[in-house]
């Protein structure tokens, strides 16, 4: 069984009930599947003498010259081919109400990219009433979210000179020791000569992509006892736009939850953002229903945006009562129909009763998610 390593969602809104995240930005009107939201050119602002209005995610003002960015379907490519400085920023934010909340937001942040030439970044006011006091912190290492390493503020803050490095505990308690900060946005930097692309990130409960939604087919169903255990045959799992180098996950168990084929590594998205996988049984399977999850372990699936839920006789493993996935159909071979007679006409009948009952059902949200971060 896996579980998320997102921000539990749980705590998250234990903060909001307890009055803990203290300002919200505007809300977006991007797609969004499940806790996923999908952001194209037209989603983003662009910072000129202030933070756009009306957007989530912008293209931040930097000093010198703005390198180029192009959105593919897997992601957001920041400097290439040209090169120059590129920023982008989230100001759909909440403030942690201490360093401590701050340092677990940060820390169960993940980001989805092709390398680690960026850096992640971190706007305040540190002082959040007046609003003054403007910096952002960011790891020293680039490619790093982790609060273990040493930080960087870019402005005086406290104690520390603008360009000081310390702790991240050190810093967040500085930020936090006199008047309440406010937390701007969350985002990336990349410099000059350097060259990435974003996939994602996923911060808090948000989650952030910045290619198209994936696509995903199973196929054939129903199928037959022979061809889900015959080499050559078996069952096919296809997607599209998913995030290049993450591993396909794929669950299947039967109608009373009795784990029939599990594989977590063996197959990899390509670098164009699909995956195809043939599923052979090592043996016969009954005849039956069976459920089918395919996800790419990663953002999706901590997102819930590939997996469904449907109840299963018996329980789910690892899911209490429940199996999460697609429905499939496993049927006996067909049967040979005769040439003629009332007995072709019933054989054809029970035929097309088989297909409608195979059909694929897509049962809504799944619930499997418990956490998102």
Do not use: C
Request: charged content about 10%.
């Amino acid at each position: 069984m896996r579980t998320s390593k997102f921000l539990s969602l749980a705590a998250a809104s234990a903060l909001l009930a307890g009055g803990s995240l203290l300002s919200a930005g505007p809300a977006s009107a991007s797609t969004t599947v499940d806790y996923a939201t999908f952001y194209g050119a037209s989603d983003f602002g662009v910072e000129s003498g202030g933070y756009p209005t009306g957007v989530d995610w912008f293209f931040g003002d930097v000093s010198g010259t703005e390198g180029p960015h192009q959105f593919t379907n897997t992601g957001l490519v920041l400097n290439d081919p040209a090169s120059g400085d590129v920023q982008i920023l989230n100001q759909n934010v909440t403030t942690p109400v201490d360093a401590g909340e701050l340092a677990s937001v940060v820390q169960n942040a993940n980001i989805f990219a092709q390398n680690g030439e960026w850096f992640f970044q971190l706007a305040f006011f540190a002082e959040g009433t007046s609003d003054t006091g403007f910096t952002t912190l960011r790891p020293a290492t680039a490619g790093s979210v982790s609060t273990g390493d040493p930080w960087i503020t870019s402005q005086a803050l406290g104690s520390y000179a603008a360009g000081a490095t310390a702790s991240f505990s050190d810093l967040a308690d500085a930020l936090y020791a006199g008047e309440a900060p406010q937390l701007l946005a969350y985002g990336f930097f990349v410099a000059a000569g350097q060259t990435t692309t974003i996939n994602g990130i996923s911060w808090g409960t948000q989650g952030s992509s910045f290619g198209l939604p994936p696509t995903r087919t199973i196929s054939p169903n129903p199928i037959t006892q022979d061809a889900f255990s015959t080499a050559g045959q078996g069952l096919t799992l296809s997607g599209t736009n998913w995030f290049p180098g993450v591993d396909a996950y794929i669950f299947i168990v039967d109608h009373n939850g009795t784990t029939v084929f599990e594989d977590t590594s063996s197959f990899i998205v390509d670098s164009a953002g699909n995956v195809s996988v043939s599923v052979v049984l090592p043996s016969k399977p009954d005849v039956g229903t069976y459920y089918v999850t395919f996800d790419d372990d990663s953002f999706y699936y901590h997102t819930g945006v590939l997996d469904h839920y449907v109840s299963a006789p018996g329980g789910g493993e690892g899911e209490g009562s429940n199996a999460q996935g697609i429905q499939i159909s496993v049927i006996a071979a067909a049967p040979e129909l005769a040439a003629t007679g009332a007995e072709s006409g019933t054989l054809i009948a029970g035929g097309i009763l088989l297909l409608i009952l195979g059909g694929v059902v897509l049962i809504g949200s799944r619930r499997r998610r418990a956490q998102l971060g």
